[in-house]
């Protein structure tokens, strides 16, 4: 079947670093997203990764392992309006978005 | 650009009756929208696909009859909830994609209640 994981819940601290994992299994694979949801809002792109390898944006990086089904999103300099749920997603092979349950990112001061 | 718009934000209804919400790709022709639901804390349920013109295919668990699902041109989809219940309660949202970039815009949502 296909599955996607990813943490729950992560905590972190204003200012500082924290990488939120995702492994996926999908039929087949044409890239892996990243999105960001505020409570209450729908969510909104963060990245999009196909080739193995790191992307950076600004303060936000995505990574992808095609060989080990493996993804990060890495967040720098956190502020407290990245306190959000991050949603890992995979395209498979039908070009099907297959979401994972996401992960609730609580900033603390 | 790549905007996605839907109407209306939110909606509060009363049990039993039919609510129709309007997803809009304002700015692109959208070959294929979607429609996802989300109760509190949870993730996007995936409710069906729909590409203009055609039928749109549900997943498993979700009644067709309940949730019409229209997607009479390249710019709109409408999802209808007929006979409207107190479980039906909950976030909707659509997302869009063209045909040849499979990033999904989502719309901003709209929260139903059922009362």
């Known amino acids: 079947g296909q599955n996607i994981d990813q943490p729950t819940e992560m905590t972190a601290t204003e200012g500082a670093i924290v990488q939120i994992n995702c492994t996926y299994q999908?039929?087949?694979?044409?890239?892996l997203f990243w999105y960001q949801q505020h409570a209450g809002e729908a969510p909104t792109f963060l990245s999009y990764?196909?080739l193995d390898g790191l992307e950076e944006k600004g303060r936000f990086s995505s990574f992808l392992s095609r060989s080990k089904g493996y993804s990060y999103l890495l967040l720098k300099e956190l502020q407290m309006k990245d306190s959000a749920s991050y949603l890992c997603?995979?395209?498979?092979?039908?070009?099907?978005?297959?979401w994972g349950a996401g992960t609730k990112l609580i900033i603390k001061p | 650009g790549a905007v996605v718009s839907q109407h209306p934000s939110w909606v509060i209804c009363k049990s039993g009756t039919s609510v129709k919400i309007e997803c809009r790709s304002l700015?692109?022709?959208?070959?294929?929208m979607f429609w996802y639901r989300q109760f509190p804390k949870q993730s996007l349920m995936l409710m069906a696909t729909?590409?203009?013109?055609?039928?749109?295919?549900?997943e498993q668990g979700v009644e067709k009859d309940k949730f019409l699902i229209n997607h009479a041109s390249l710019t709109l989809s409408t999802l209808t909830v007929t006979s409207a219940h107190p479980e039906d309660s909950s976030f909707y949202i659509c997302?869009?994609?063209?045909?040849?970039?499979?990033?999904?815009?989502f719309g901003p949502g709209t929260r139903l209640t059922v009362t």
């Open positions: 997302s869009a994609i063209t045909s040849d970039v499979y990033e999904q815009y």
């Open positions: 700015d692109f022709q959208a070959t294929t």
């Open positions: 729909s590409n203009e013109g055609s039928k749109a295919t549900y």
């Open positions: 999908t039929s087949g694979f044409n890239g």
């Open positions: 990764n196909v």
């Open positions: 997603a995979a395209l498979d092979s039908n070009y099907q978005l297959i």
